[in-house]
């Protein structure tokens, strides 16, 4: 078991140290005196020799055996245990390399006889040996002290100091074209030195050198030459000088230019014509490689394809400036395209919200979804379908279309609503998180109204016309649960309205905006304002569901919906023609119990007014602490809130259970 431990253990010491070495054959000038391995130091008489035992595997020789400052011997006997000390390694940063590899340092604390000690010793040296190679360290020296304690059953203590010899660096790179190749030294030079990432007088390192060939092509791609052929590198080491020269022969190919797109395998009745659409780039454009896979990003991003790959293929067309069409031939498996998805929630005032829905996201192909969604609350009930066409006219633009009923059972109203309505709209996804977004589209409401706040409760049946739009700044890090940045956005809607042979019309104005700071890694403030506003109409002549209303989980916590704003006699919201609203909350977020978690103390303050602008007075506030659980679809939303401004009939403890933040 020891033996196999051992040679396990020399290959990966052996993985790092060659990396290097692997890419070619390096040819060695003259050896200096420094790399001669250290002398001996002899066993004092007496003690047995290391000869004694049974050779290493691979007839690897025993390691030197030091003596203590006082000059006793070492060699422990019998089993012991030992403790490990390294010295010396830190400066290049190899620290945790050795101790991820090391037989000394992983088996610490095991009982362990003369034999395996010396062995892991032996390992050890080699693999410093070959860690300090990996990054140009050059004829250093491990000197190893095995201290034999004089209490018995006391620890064996191991010492290695690691003297890690001079820093080789490369003095020339050298890329050029092979002899047969069309493209100039100086072109070749020009156009891959900056990309390689190795320059004359970088250290001599392994991974950095690897890492380089690994991600050449993809770089070169990028820089508009998608078939270039890499010889491989040839490393030569002088030992004299210290340094090493790194020779490459580069054939760059024409440079490319995008053609055609074409796509095969399971389609989901994709064709190349909407294919196109996704792509960011056209025909005659420079070739990149950013480009072909944003193709395939914007390809998985559609949710009906489980695998993409897009790959470039010569065109067969050379240009009259001698580039090469390069053809994007694009090949899919198909993913699952029906859903089924289920939400729920909980608030006080509100109760429990259930919300289900069915969607198929390629009924009307190429990617037109169709979701049937139903939501089955105490105080609303929705029956609605709505079809989208996803990428319509030109990529991230989707068309909409619904229709759909709703009951409605609030404080301030009650409402049975028939709507159909369409809207064009960019929006943001997890993939692309764009700056600016917005909808525009109209809608057509038949909706029988009962106002509670009106004498005598009267029923109306309104008819409204409407056209609502909104625009979108978002500069902020992240679309689920941003941690800095900030989001502005603004809202109109023009709308026309018919009631008991009356007509009136009236704009619908808001403006929101939101800002979040980190503090540290785990802490974040964030903060929101809102203010909006309706001119042209009195409230009283206002469809109630019109009208703006604050409190709950989406406006001022520690109040119930609808409970912030003026209220009639008998305490019923009477909504209005202008809303205040404003939050502050500290967030933070921490690993506990394997899972990732967060507590939020949060503030908000908000007042509806009568009148057509906003104002700043008479705000009610509410205050709160919340938990949140982070998950991949965002953080699900616990908070338990108070009003501060409390008045009689408002809640004492508010509760609200839903998913992503607040704002």
């Known amino acids: 078991m020891e033996a196999r431990e051992w040679t396990k253990r020399r290959l990966l010491g052996r993985a790092l140290g060659v990396s290097l070495l692997a890419l070619l054959p390096m040819a060695a000038a003259a050896q200096p005196a420094d790399l001669a391995p250290p002398t001996a130091v002899p066993l004092p008489t007496g003690e047995p020799s290391l000869d004694e035992f049974a050779p290493l595997p691979g007839n690897v020789p025993w390691p030197t055996v030091e003596t203590t400052t006082a000059g006793e011997a070492v060699a422990p006997a019998g089993d012991v245990r030992y403790t490990v000390a390294l010295t010396g390694l830190a400066e290049t940063g190899l620290d945790d390399e050795w101790r991820a590899l090391s037989s000394l340092w992983t088996r610490k604390?095991?009982?362990?006889?003369?034999?395996?000690?010396?062995?892991?010793?032996?390992?050890?040296?080699?693999?410093?040996?070959?860690?300090?190679?990996?990054?140009?360290?050059?004829?250093?020296?491990?000197?190893?002290?095995?201290?034999?304690?004089?209490?018995?059953?006391?620890?064996?203590?191991?010492t290695l100091t690691v003297d890690p010899g001079p820093q080789y660096r490369f003095d020339s790179v050298i890329v050029s074209p092979p002899a047969d190749a069309a493209g100039s030294a100086a072109q070749v030079t020009a156009v891959v030195t900056p990309l390689l990432g190795i320059a004359a007088g970088d250290p001599i390192n392994a991974t950095r050198v690897t890492t380089a060939q690994d991600t050449l092509p993809a770089k070169l791609a990028d820089a508009g030459y998608p078939f270039p052929v890499i010889g491989k590198p040839d490393i030569?080491?002088?030992?004299?000088?210290?340094?090493?020269?790194?020779?490459?022969?580069?054939?760059?190919?024409?440079?490319?230019?995008?053609?055609?797109?074409?796509?095969?395998?399971?389609?989901?009745?994709?064709?190349?014509?909407?294919?196109?659409?996704l792509a960011r780039f056209k025909p005659g454009q420079p070739y990149t490689e950013a480009g072909r896979d944003d193709l395939r990003r914007a390809l998985i991003q559609t949710g009906l394809f489980g695998g993409v790959i897009v790959k470039p293929v010569p065109g067969g067309r050379i240009n009259a400036d001698g580039a090469q069409v390069v053809d994007l031939v694009?090949?899919?498996?198909?993913?699952?395209?029906?859903?089924?998805?289920?939400?729920?929630?909980?608030?006080?005032?509100?109760?429990?919200?259930?919300?289900?829905?069915?969607?198929?996201?390629?009924?009307?192909?190429?990617?037109?979804?169709?979701?049937?969604?139903?939501?089955?609350?105490e105080r609303q009930q929705v029956l609605a379908g709505e079809i989208q066409r996803r990428n319509w006219k030109k990529r991230d633009q989707t068309l909409s279309l619904r229709m759909g009923l709703s009951a409605e059972q609030q404080n301030a109203f009650d409402a049975s609503t028939f709507a159909i309505g369409g809207a064009v709209a960019r929006e943001s996804n997890i993939?692309?998180?764009?700056?600016?977004?917005?909808?525009?589209?109209?809608?057509?409401?038949?909706?029988?109204?009962?106002?509670?706040?009106?004498?005598?409760?009267?029923?109306?049946?309104?008819?409204?016309?409407?056209?609502?739009?909104?625009?979108?700044?978002?500069?902020?890090?992240?679309?689920?649960?941003?941690?800095?940045?900030?989001?502005?956005?603004?809202?109109?809607?023009?709308?026309?309205?018919?009631?008991?042979?009356?007509?009136?019309?009236?704009?619908?104005?808001?403006?929101?905006?939101?800002?979040?700071?980190?503090?540290?890694?785990?802490?974040?403030?964030?903060?929101?304002?809102?203010?909006?506003?309706?001119?042209?109409?009195?409230?009283?002549?206002?469809?109630?569901?019109?009208?703006?209303?604050a409190g709950g989980g989406g406006s001022v916590r520690g109040f119930d919906f609808q409970g912030v704003g003026p209220q009639n006699a008998d305490g019923t919201p009477t909504g209005g023609n202008s809303l205040t609203e404003a939050s502050a909350e500290v967030r933070y977020r921490f690993q506990a119990f394997g899972n990732d978690l967060g507590v939020v103390g949060f503030v908000d303050a908000g007042q509806v007014y009568a009148s057509?602008?906003?104002?700043?007075?008479?705000?009610?506030?509410?205050?709160g602490i919340g938990l949140r659980y982070y998950t991949a679809f965002g953080p699900v939303r616990i908070d338990v809130a108070t009003p501060v401004t409390r008045r009689t009939g408002d809640p004492r403890v508010a509760f609200y259970v839903s998913i992503g933040q607040a704002f």
């Open 236 to 277: 030569v080491v002088d030992h004299a000088t210290r340094t090493a020269t790194l020779a490459q022969t580069i054939d760059l190919g024409a440079r490319g230019v995008f053609g055609s797109l074409h796509i095969e395998g399971e389609t989901q009745k994709f064709d190349d014509e909407h294919l196109a659409v």
């Open 109 to 158: 604390g095991e009982v362990s006889n003369l034999a395996q000690i010396n062995r892991r010793i032996a390992e050890d040296r080699d693999l410093i040996d070959q860690l300090l190679r990996s990054i140009g360290r050059y004829g250093g020296n491990t000197q190893v002290v095995v201290a034999t304690p004089t209490d018995p059953g006391a620890t064996t203590s191991v």
């Open 431 to 549: 993939i692309w998180q764009k700056p600016i977004t917005y909808s525009i589209g109209g809608e057509l409401l038949v909706t029988r109204q009962r106002d509670r706040s009106a004498p005598n409760d009267p029923n109306n049946t309104y008819f409204i016309l409407a056209f609502p739009g909104n625009v979108t700044w978002d500069q902020s890090d992240n679309l689920l649960d941003p941690t800095r940045g900030f989001r502005l956005t603004g809202r109109v809607s023009p709308e026309f309205t018919l009631r008991s042979g009356s007509y009136l019309n009236y704009v619908k104005l808001q403006v929101e905006g939101s800002v979040y700071r980190p503090l540290g890694d785990s802490i974040v403030l964030a903060g929101r304002i809102h203010f909006g506003g309706i001119a042209g109409a009195s409230r009283g002549r206002i469809a109630p569901d019109r009208r703006f209303y």
């Open 330 to 377: 694009v090949t899919t498996e198909a993913a699952p395209v029906r859903t089924v998805a289920a939400t729920g929630g909980y608030s006080t005032g509100q109760g429990l919200r259930v919300e289900a829905s069915w969607t198929h996201r390629n009924l009307f192909p190429p990617e037109g979804a169709l979701t049937v969604r139903t939501v089955a609350a």
């Open 612 to 623: 057509t602008l906003p104002k700043l007075d008479s705000l009610r506030i509410g205050a």
